[in-house]
């Protein structure tokens, strides 16, 4: 079974705070993507990458950073916190590059920013 | 870009009746996913369409492909409290996937 683990499940931290979110996943997958989710808008990707070292912007890279040292880590990095980045933050990892593998996501983190 | 639109946003049914969700792509896709979401859970992926016309079922869950590749349904017939949860489709017009806003299905026992 795939396991995508996420280090937070809720995290509240303050505007203007440097916020990490890590996730690891066990099973060798290439890709690895962050999203966040907001009630009505559905899942929305931030950013994501196919490979060690490799990132690619999704729709919504602005205010966030990632980074990928190791081919199961994948962070997502807020530079500087802000109250409209309170949300629920996924990570998913997929088996291939491209988008025609399925996704495993995480279990989430709900991140409040004050 | 691509956007993907998902109607409707909520549903009610009464444990038994049927449910419908709709998928619209403004481009044409190469493949479409749909994922279930219980609440308080994540995500799960249920099945993938790849063809022109396709369609797929999974027990009393329908899916369906349209055939120019833009659009998509699910239809779930008798509905039971375990369906309770957030539908999503994502469509794939190139490297990534774009979710749609997902469809909430509540069901009345």
């Known amino acids: 079974d795939v396991k995508v683990t996420q280090s937070s499940r809720y995290l509240v931290k303050r505007t203007g705070e440097k916020v990490f979110l890590e996730c690891v996943q066990d099973m060798d997958h290439e890709n690895m993507f962050w999203y966040r989710q907001d009630p009505g808008l559905g899942l929305r990707l931030i950013y994501f990458s196919y490979d060690v070292k490799m990132k690619e912007k999704g729709d919504i890279p602005e205010g966030y950073s990632v980074s990928r040292e190791k081919k199961e880590r994948f962070s997502l990095i807020l530079e500087s916190a802000s109250t409209n980045q309170t949300s629920m933050y996924l990570c998913?990892?997929?088996?291939?590059?491209?988008?025609?593998?399925?996704?495993?996501f995480g279990p989430g983190t709900r991140l409040t920013v004050t | 870009g691509q956007q993907v639109m998902q109607i409707p946003q909520y549903q009610h049914v009464q444990e038994g009746e049927d449910f419908t969700t709709y998928c619209n792509s403004s481009t044409t896709l190469s493949n479409i996913q749909w994922y279930k979401q219980r609440p308080g859970g994540h995500p799960v992926f249920l099945i993938q369409l790849v063809k022109s016309g396709e369609v797929k079922k999974q027990k009393r869950l329908t899916f369906q492909f349209g055939e120019a590749k833009k659009n998509s349904s699910l239809h779930i017939t008798a509905t039971q409290t375990t369906d309770v949860g957030t539908y999503f489709c994502?469509?794939?017009?190139?490297?990534?996937?774009?979710f749609g806003g997902g469809t909430r299905l509540m069901v009345k026992p």
């Open positions: 998913a990892s997929s088996l291939g590059q491209g988008a025609s593998y399925e996704q495993y």
């Open positions: 994502a469509g794939d017009a190139g490297n990534m996937l774009t």
